[in-house]
């Protein structure tokens, strides 16, 4: 759920704050999921960070909000999460939460798992980055 998600990663950054926070898994427009397995998204099964649930999970996100550096930058690695209205208004609902930026892919997004016929070290660097166009959200 959001609060582990959460505490999990105050505990990583304790001793130093968070410069580049990535979160990896399914989407759709103005949704990030978290944790959702394989599958269609059921929101009401997954922990997911959206548009829809934004108001029910604000407090449990804004305790990142210190968390991050002065340069510190999200980047939200689901599919078509950016996409839209609803993505637009995602992106900058967290930028203003965490008051950094935040960016987002538009379309598609692709990812790959160690062990698929794909090296470890081709995985990593094809994971670190957006497939096509993207856009950004700074704080208001």
Not at 94 to 102: D, E, F, Q, S
Request: charged share 20%; with cysteine; glycine share 12%.
């Amino acid at each position: 759920n959001i609060k582990l998600m959460v505490s999990r990663l105050m505990e990583k950054s304790f001793k130093q704050p968070i410069k580049m926070l990535r979160l990896h898994g399914h989407g759709m427009p103005g949704l990030q999921s978290v944790s959702a397995g394989q599958g269609i998204l059921k929101p009401e099964l997954s922990t997911v960070i959206s548009t829809d649930d934004f108001k029910a999970i604000q407090n449990d996100l804004s305790r990142l909000k210190g968390y991050f550096s002065m340069a510190g930058e999200v980047f939200l690695m689901g599919c078509y999460v950016a996409d839209g209205e609803k993505g637009k208004k995602l992106l900058q609902g967290l930028a203003n939460l965490w008051r950094v930026p935040v960016t987002g892919g538009v379309k598609k997004q692709w990812g790959c798992m160690p062990g698929q016929g794909v090296e470890k070290e081709l995985c990593t660097a094809y994971n670190t980055t957006h497939e096509g166009p993207t856009e950004t959200a700074r704080p208001k």
